[in-house]
């Protein structure tokens, strides 16, 4: 079974800081991988996916991670944080089903929530 | 487009009491996921549902839960006997396959459960 790992539970920066995530997960074969993020009284938004092709993929909010096989990581960055960005951020892994074709078995992290300094 | 809608967005209930929190997926979203989300646990998968097919219930974490979903759309979780323990946000979730590339999931804001 699949299984993913936030270690870092809370994590304070200042704005204009630079961001990273970090995110480890289990899978013996090619996983789907995705970073979400949740407001407060929010569900939950997609903030971008791996699935195959070019390891840096982007995504929206100015948002990228790094998928690299060799360390079962996707680690979430961002340039410089915004305000905006206080939230938690969930790191998922998706593994496909053996019923209903294209659909898949997601699971996530414990989160990280993100505190940003004025 | 509408989004996932889930209601009610906050319940409170005494313990023993049975709830039933409502989900409305994404117009056309053959998939329809629920999820627990209790302080600090991150989301625990609950059930998913697919088209015709058989639902996975292998999240249910007892048989006090049950899930059912009306005509491929409508989606009820039922908690009978309500326990202290079940207090947390339940989430729902649509998407639509076959291409899970291009099928991630849309959340509802979820409804906050809290057994008194």
């Known amino acids: 079974a699949q299984s993913v790992t936030q270690p870092d539970i809370h994590i304070t920066v200042s704005e204009g800081a630079s961001l990273e995530l970090r995110c480890n997960y289990s899978y013996g074969a090619t996983p789907y991988l995705f970073w979400y993020v949740q407001s407060p009284g929010q569900g939950l938004q997609l903030l971008l996916k791996?699935?195959?092709?070019?390891?840096l993929v982007q995504g929206i909010k100015g948002f990228e991670a790094e998928f690299k096989r060799s360390q079962s990581s996707f680690n979430l960055r961002k340039p410089s944080v915004h305000w905006s960005d206080a939230a938690e951020y969930f790191c998922?892994?998706?593994?496909?089903?053996?019923?209903?074709?294209?659909?898949?078995?997601?699971?996530f992290g414990k989160g990280t929530k993100l505190s940003v300094i004025p | 487009g509408a989004g996932v809608s889930q209601s009610p967005s906050n319940k409170v209930t005494e313990k023993g009491k049975d709830v039933e929190l409502r989900c409305d997926p994404i117009?056309?979203?053959?998939?329809l996921y629920w999820y627990r989300q209790s302080l600090g646990q991150g989301l625990e998968f609950l059930i998913y549902?697919?088209?015709?097919?058989?639902?996975?219930k292998s999240g249910l974490p007892s048989d006090r839960f049950s899930a059912e979903r009306t005509g491929g759309s409508v989606s009820t979780l039922t908690i009978q006997r309500t326990q202290q323990e079940d207090s947390a946000v339940y989430l729902c979730?649509?998407?639509?396959?076959?291409?899970?590339?291009?099928?991630?999931?849309?959340f509802g804001n979820g409804t906050r459960l809290t057994v008194t």
């Open positions: 979730a649509s998407s639509s396959p076959p291409r899970a590339w291009d099928s991630p999931l849309h």
């Open positions: 549902f697919q088209g015709n097919s058989a639902p996975d």
């Open positions: 791996y699935f195959s092709g070019d390891t």
């Open positions: 117009s056309g979203h053959t998939a």
């Open positions: 998922a892994v998706g593994a496909p089903r053996n019923s209903g074709a294209g659909s898949y078995q997601l699971t």
